[in-house]
């Protein structure tokens, strides 16, 4: 089974830090695009960073500065760094991965996705 498990979510103040983490199962994240999305209430899932199997990121424009995402290949994990949290962040987290080296920020062609992990900045 391939399985995408997310953590590192939580309540924090304006300004504060998060560092959300995404371990996978099942594949080499070496192969892989893989991506952060987020969903807020009543909206719908956007990218917020990706980065491709040579390890070039992209960033939405809301986050770029903020965020940094990387990746521990060997051990098959994802990471978020989130500084100078916004309450326009507060969203459930996702983790998600496709099978190409081409990594759009939308999340159609994702095909493995995280239960995701909450994020309230307040």
């Known amino acids: 089974d391939v399985q995408l498990v997310e953590s590192g979510g939580g309540s924090v103040q304006a300004g504060g830090s998060l560092r959300l983490s995404c371990v996978g199962s099942?594949?080499?994240?070496?192969?892989?695009?893989m991506g952060w999305f987020r969903q807020a209430p009543g909206k719908e899932r956007e990218g917020v960073a990706t980065?491709?199997?040579?390890?070039?990121?992209r960033y939405a424009d809301s986050v770029k500065g903020r965020f940094a995402i990387s990746k521990d290949n060997a051990g098959n994990t994802l990471y978020l760094q989130m500084n100078a949290l916004k309450f326009e962040d507060t969203a459930m987290y996702y983790c998600?991965?496709?099978?190409?080296?081409?990594?759009?920020?939308?999340?159609?062609?994702?095909?493995?996705w995280g239960q995701g992990t909450q994020v309230t900045v307040s």
């Open positions: 980065i491709d199997p040579y390890g070039i990121s």
């Open positions: 099942g594949y080499n994240f070496s192969m892989h695009c």
């Open positions: 998600a991965a496709r099978s190409t080296y081409d990594c759009p920020p939308s999340p159609g062609g994702y095909k493995d």
